[in-house]
């Protein structure tokens, strides 16, 4: 899974990220490119219409709903697939996988729903909190801070908000 997150777990307000952080969306794209990306229908939505679907990458959304409004998910795009649950989006993402690893990259009922069976988490740190209505989840003691960039303390935004990238691993028995 791949997310960012203010101190207190904020990752989302209003259907959107309560922040602006350009680094971290170039380091999102580094981590995604090329993968198979796994999302809720309120995150493909969050995307701007200009970059969706992400260029590069497979995206599957997950949902139940079709309507005509523009901005739902489409199933007649060649780079998108919609699948009725996450179950099902996992199934297909590795059909489609071109890499061992396949991204969940939100939102907050995706991660909730994914983070029992996910090894990795690539995690965004923002040193602020933040009004928010959406939350990452929690990593328990399972989880190993495999990286951290920078090692010590924090990079600064040109927006000025201070982040840094952390890479949290762990190994589930069935792994074994
Ligand atoms: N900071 C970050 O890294 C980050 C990353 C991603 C998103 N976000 C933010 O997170 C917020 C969106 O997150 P969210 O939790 O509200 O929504 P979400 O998880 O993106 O999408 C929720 C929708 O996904 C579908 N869905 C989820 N689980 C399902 C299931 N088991 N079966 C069928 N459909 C399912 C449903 O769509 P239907 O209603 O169509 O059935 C549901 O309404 C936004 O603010 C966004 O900007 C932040």
Same mark, same amino acid.
């Given at each position: 899974?791949?997310?960012?997150?203010?101190?207190?777990?904020?990752?989302?307000?209003?259907?959107?990220?309560?922040?602006?952080?350009?680094?971290?969306?170039?380091?999102?794209?580094?981590?995604?490119?090329?993968?198979?990306?796994?999302?809720?229908?309120?995150?493909?939505?969050?995307?701007?219409?200009?970059?969706?679907?992400?260029?590069?990458?497979?995206?599957?959304?997950?949902?139940?709903?079709?309507?005509?409004?523009?901005?739902?998910?489409? *199933?007649?795009? !060649?780079?998108?697939?919609?699948?009725?649950? +996450?179950?099902?989006?996992?199934? $297909? /993402?590795? #059909?489609?996988? &071109?890499?061992?690893?396949?991204?969940?990259?939100?939102?907050?009922?995706?991660?909730?729903?994914?983070?029992?069976?996910?090894?990795?988490?690539?995690?965004?740190?923002?040193? *602020?909190?933040? !009004?928010?209505?959406?939350?990452?989840?929690? +990593?328990?003691?399972?989880?190993? $801070? /495999?990286? #951290?960039?920078? &090692?010590?303390?924090?990079?600064?935004?040109?927006?000025?908000?201070?982040?840094?990238?952390?890479?949290?691993?762990?190994?589930?028995?069935?792994?074994?």
């Amino acid at each position: 899974m791949v997310w960012a997150q203010s101190l207190d777990g904020v990752i989302g307000l209003d259907g959107g990220m309560p922040w602006d952080v350009p680094e971290d969306l170039k380091h999102f794209k580094d981590v995604t490119m090329g993968e198979v990306l796994v999302m809720g229908r309120k995150t493909w939505s969050s995307f701007p219409k200009s970059v969706r679907p992400l260029p590069g990458r497979t995206s599957i959304v997950v949902s139940k709903t079709f309507s005509d409004d523009p901005s739902d998910p489409k *199933l007649d795009h !060649d780079d998108v697939h919609v699948v009725e649950d +996450l179950h099902q989006g996992l199934e $297909l /993402a590795v #059909q489609l996988k &071109t890499s061992q690893t396949i991204w969940v990259v939100g939102g907050g009922t995706l991660y909730d729903q994914a983070i029992d069976g996910a090894t990795v988490v690539e995690r965004s740190l923002f040193n *602020l909190t933040v !009004d928010g209505d959406t939350y990452a989840p929690e +990593l328990d003691g399972s989880w190993t $801070l /495999a990286a #951290q960039d920078p &090692t010590n303390g924090w990079h600064t935004s040109k927006s000025s908000v201070e982040y840094r990238f952390e890479r949290w691993e762990r190994t589930l028995e069935q792994d074994n």
